[in-house]
């Protein structure tokens, strides 16, 4: 149980232009998403945290007019890179928290590749 | 306030010697604490957590950790290392409602 997916896996796009990320729970409901992004041999850097039906809290340093978030589902939260650029380019990572109950534990995604050309 | 150190970023083992990955932590509440694992381009996966129950905590792949309190550490360890556990580990820490804060990593290379 306890499955996360992510869609795509891979995505390249051009310069400009705007890339969606979906995170879906498949197998249980999750009041609380979280997006990372992960550097080449680095760790993973949280950028926002998103709640069921309200706007996304984002962490300092993260513009929250070019990454979008939406969590209009217990089981679907989107990230939409806008206008992108070669600098954000990154591995995107999101995981989800159970809802119900003071969870403490997150289960991840297996991530998308996103190349800006 | 909650941190997470791993200490060393790349770490050596023959195969079939001990794995020993280093992670001190702090928080300003009684945390919980968890290794993951991370092959490339793929997310993470969960090797075990500590909970606030039993201090020595078995995971999965023959993985284990015991927090010590006194030390405010979690380090990971396997008896005898295998091909298969080279990859990238995480250790994080959480001191609260699901916010969770990870050390930069461990690369584990395991040589034949």
């Known amino acids: 149980g306890a499955v996360v997916s992510q869609h795509p896996s891979r995505v390249i796009c051009k310069s400009g232009t705007s890339v969606k990320i979906e995170c879906r729970s498949l197998?249980?409901?999750?009041?609380?998403m979280f997006w990372y992004r992960q550097f080449p041999k680095q760790s993973l850097m949280l950028m926002a945290t998103s709640n069921e039906g309200s706007k996304a809290t984002y962490e300092q340093g993260v513009e929250k007019d070019k990454f979008l978030i939406n969590h209009a589902s217990l089981t679907l939260s989107t990230l939409t890179v806008t206008s992108a650029h070669p600098e954000d380019s990154s591995f995107y990572i999101c995981?989800?928290?159970?809802?119900?109950?003071?969870?403490?534990?997150?289960?991840f995604g297996p991530g998308t590749r996103l190349t800006v050309t | 306030a909650q941190s997470v150190t791993q200490l060393g970023s790349h770490v050596s083992v023959s195969e079939g010697a001990l794995v020993l990955l280093r992670c001190n932590y702090s928080?300003?509440?009684?945390?919980?604490l968890f290794w993951y694992v991370q092959y490339p381009n793929q997310g993470l996966q969960l090797l075990l957590k500590?909970?606030?129950?039993?201090?020595l905590v078995k995971g999965i792949n023959g993985f284990e950790a015991e927090f010590k309190k006194s030390e405010t550490s979690f380090h990971l360890t396997k008896p005898s290392a295998h091909m298969s556990d080279a990859a990238e580990y995480f250790c994080a820490v959480s001191g609260g409602y699901q916010k969770v804060t990870f050390g930069t990593g461990t690369k584990l290379q395991v040589i034949p």
């Open positions: 197998d249980f409901q999750a009041t609380t």
């Open positions: 500590y909970t606030s129950a039993a201090t």
């Open positions: 928080s300003s509440v009684p945390p919980y």
């Open positions: 995981s989800a928290g159970l809802a119900g109950r003071q969870s403490y534990e997150q289960y």
